[in-house]
Nanobody
């Protein structure tokens, strides 16, 4: 069993910054592709950023240049540094990861989400 837990959300003014963290715990052999999604009220969940097992990151056009994703494999952790935040970044943010509990088995896991509100 694997558990993902996000933290770091909160209320921030436009132009401010937040750093989201996601820690994986449980029966972990290897963490492969990792992603950050967000879902604003009344909208569909969207992919914000993704990172391959080799560390290659991709970003949605809406956050490119403002958000930076990183990972620390030793700590089974992934991060999303969010700068120059805008009101339209307001959403629940979810981490998502493909995690192997053994050499031949991989499953996709979701965190419970952390709320980010950008408002003056």
């Amino acid at each position: 069993q694997v558990h993902l837990e996000e933290s770091g959300g909160g209320l921030v003014q436009p132009g401010g910054s937040l750093r989201l963290s996601c820690v994986a715990s449980g029966d972990i052999f290897k963490i492969n592709d990792i992603n950050w999604y967000r879902q604003a009220p009344g909208k569909r969940r969207e992919l914000v950023a993704s990172m391959s097992a080799k560390g290659v990151a991709k970003y949605a056009d809406s956050v490119k240049g403002r958000f930076t994703m990183s990972r620390d494999n030793r700590k089974n952790s992934l991060y999303l540094q969010m700068n120059s935040l805008k009101p339209e970044d307001t959403a629940d943010y979810y981490c998502n990861a493909d995690i192997q509990s053994g050499p031949n088995y991989e499953y996709n896991y979701w965190g419970q989400g952390t709320q980010v509100t950008v408002s003056s």
